[in-house]
Structure formats: C-alpha cells, structure tokens
C-alpha cells in the first residue's frame, strides 16, 4: 500500500465550478498535511497547510482534513484556468526526523 | 526575501564531466533539502542538512556529493553521472528538520548525455 494515494486523473473541471481533490495517507501518527501546486515544467508551490481536523480556507482554497478516516482534500472554488496543474498531496509525520511524504499528484484541467 | 534560488536553470553534463549545483535561501532557515524529481513522479528526497550537518542521505549513490558551506547556501557536487540521472533538482529549505512548510526552489533541469 502507498503511503499516500492520489487519483492520478486527468481531473477534468469547468471554468466557475468547485473542483475537488482528494487524498488518503496511510500512517495513522501523521500529524501536518499540505498540498502544493506544481505547473508543468517548474517547482512544486506550497498552497495550503492543515494540522487540525476540520476545514482551513485560504482564498479560493479550502482544505478538509479527517484523521480519523485518514482523509485530506482540497477545494477550488470558481476554478480559473490558470489552476490547471498537478497538485502534490503531502503528508508529514509526528516527530522531528519525519520526511515530507508526497503523493504521486492529481492533474487537473480547468476547461473554459 | 521569501524564496529559494537555484542556480543553473538548465545544466547539460557529459558522463565524464564535474558540475556543480548551487542553492541559496535568506530566509534564516536552518533546514536545507535536495530532492529529485523524474518526470510525472513525485519529488524524492536525497539529502537533508540541519545546522549545516548532513542529517539524512536517502541512500543516494556517491556521484552526488552535498555541501552546505553555511546556513544560507547547498550545493550539490555532481561527477560520472548516468543519463538516467537526468532529472529536475529541487532545493528547498525549511525553518528547522521539525517544522513543517518547505518552500522550494525553481529547480536545476539536469540533463545528462
């Protein structure tokens, strides 16, 4: 089993709509989530962290974290075609020495 | 200053060539990170410098060889490197090992003939 599962897609998502990325980890101690957006070609960029259970919104942005059912996702509201990219679910463990543990990322397609 | 720089953008190394990567952060952080990342794949942690101390080597081969000269700056030393090495090389750093965001870099694009 994959320590954190992403849909690989392509997720394809309307101009205006509410997309929706979803990923499930596997190590029960981990303690801090995050989601970076990476564009074709260039580096990963942090978007959202969340430590809590619960929804985090930033923006267009909301994060929803479920430990108990081992559950991180991510909403875009009004998705824009400039979200278009992959996004990298990341999950990091309790203590001081745990590595960031990344997903294998969701491509997603805004069409206009 | 809030970001992470990488130098070069685009490296092309024969199988026989010395090159080095450089990376630079003002950030005051004390965590530096060197990952790899392949096409379509995940980025891979390679190395991890806290206080200027390697802290962690993910097992990498002895053709990459990492510095830290001080807490601002990593380098990655790169000799007889294998075409299959050609890969994106990201930088990144965080405010300690324990702390929880790393901000990346632009990356190196390596590409190795």
């Known amino acids: 089993q994959k320590e954190v599962e992403q849909n690989s897609g392509p997720l394809s998502v309307p101009e205006g709509a509410i997309a929706s990325l979803n990923c499930t980890y596997s190590d029960r101690g981990s303690q801090s989530f995050f989601w970076y957006r990476q564009y074709s070609g260039k580096s990963p960029e942090l978007i959202m962290s969340i430590y809590s259970n619960g929804d985090k919104e930033d923006g267009r942005f909301t994060a929803q974290l479920n430990k108990a059912s081992q559950y991180v996702s991510l909403l875009i509201r009004d998705s824009q075609p400039s979200d278009s990219a992959t996004y990298l679910c990341?999950?990091?463990?309790?203590?001081?020495?745990?590595?960031?543990?990344f997903g294998s990322g969701t491509r997603l397609s805004i069409r206009p | 200053d809030t970001e992470v720089t990488q130098t070069p953008k685009h490296l092309v190394m024969g199988m026989t060539n010395k090159k080095s990567l450089k990376c630079e952060q003002h950030?005051?952080?004390?965590?530096m990170y060197w990952y790899k990342q392949k096409a379509k794949k995940p980025p891979e942690l390679m190395f991890v410098y806290s206080y200027e101390k390697l802290s962690i080597n993910e097992s990498v081969p002895s053709r990459f060889s990492p510095e830290c000269p001080n807490s601002s700056l990593l380098n990655l030393h790169l000799h007889a490197l294998q075409p299959e090495d050609s890969a994106l090389y990201l930088c990144?750093?965080?405010?300690?090992?324990?702390?929880?965001?790393?901000?990346f870099g632009p990356g190196t694009r390596l590409t190795v003939l």
């Open positions: 950030m005051g952080h004390r965590a």
């Open positions: 990144a750093s965080s405010q300690v090992t324990g702390a929880n965001e790393q901000f």
């Open positions: 990341a999950v990091k463990g309790y203590s001081s020495a745990s590595k960031i543990i």
